[in-house]
């Protein structure tokens, strides 16, 4: 069984879409620790309920970006994982962290990459007039919401939709495909090459090929 590290921020839906998975056996894995960057992110919340470990690790505490993530990554290190996930950890990761995790390390982008990297994906694609959003879980790699993207899942823009309805229509979205791609990560059917994903010996498409 595969020793999966979840990091969070804030409520944590896709951490317990990953750990309903991990208990319903879909995952062949455990969730061994859960690292929040806030004391009050939900998710901890979640994470006590299911009698997982947690753990805050505050940036406040840390005078620049590379103390954080190397104390992250040897908090990360400590739990021995063979995947870690970001499960909307808002924080910009230094590149030797990166490097650090490279072919175990997934997140999850609630847009159709490479559309939208960054922050306020949904208004963004409102204003754009798109009629379709969704999301992409992707391979981390040192450049920002650019890593090699394993799954994607659509989503209608609809006449009356605002960012916040349109989100809650990712959301269930992203809770189907990111315990899919842990999934067939902890069935070592998923794996990152140089630049690319490779599921089941074929490689995927890159970023826009979806
Ligand atoms: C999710 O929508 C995820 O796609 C997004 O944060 C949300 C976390 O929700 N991630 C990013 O924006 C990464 N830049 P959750 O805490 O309920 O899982």
Redo the contacts with the bound molecule.
């Keep these: 069984a595969s020793r999966i590290v979840v990091l969070?921020s804030?409520?944590?839906?896709?951490?317990q879409a990953i750990m309903d998975a991990c208990q319903s056996k879909q995952i062949g894995g455990e969730v061994v620790s859960v690292i929040s960057n806030k004391a009050d992110a939900y998710?901890l919340t979640r994470a006590e309920n299911a009698g997982i470990e947690t753990c805050v690790l505050s940036h406040k505490d840390f005078s620049s970006r590379e103390d954080y993530d190397a104390q992250l990554a040897q908090l990360i290190d400590s739990f021995d994982p063979d995947l870690v996930v970001l499960?909307?950890f808002?924080r910009i990761l230094t590149p030797s962290l990166v490097q650090k995790f490279k072919g175990k390390m997934l997140?999850?982008?609630?847009s159709l990459l490479p559309k939208y990297q960054g922050l306020n994906t949904h208004q963004r694609a409102i204003d754009a007039k798109d009629d379709v959003h969704g999301?992409s879980v992707h391979f981390v790699t040192e450049e920002l919401d650019g890593g090699p993207v394993v799954l994607q899942a659509k989503v209608p823009i609809l006449a009356d939709d605002t960012a916040d309805s349109l989100?809650q229509r990712?959301?269930e979205q992203?809770h189907i495909i990111y315990p899919l791609a842990v999934q067939w990560f902890s069935e070592q059917r998923l794996t990152m090459e140089a630049d690319y994903a490779v599921f089941d010996n074929q490689p995927l498409p890159p970023q826009g090929a979806h």
């Design positions: 969070i804030g409520s944590g839906s896709n951490l998710g499960a909307g808002m997140n999850i982008h609630p999301v989100a990712v959301h992203e």
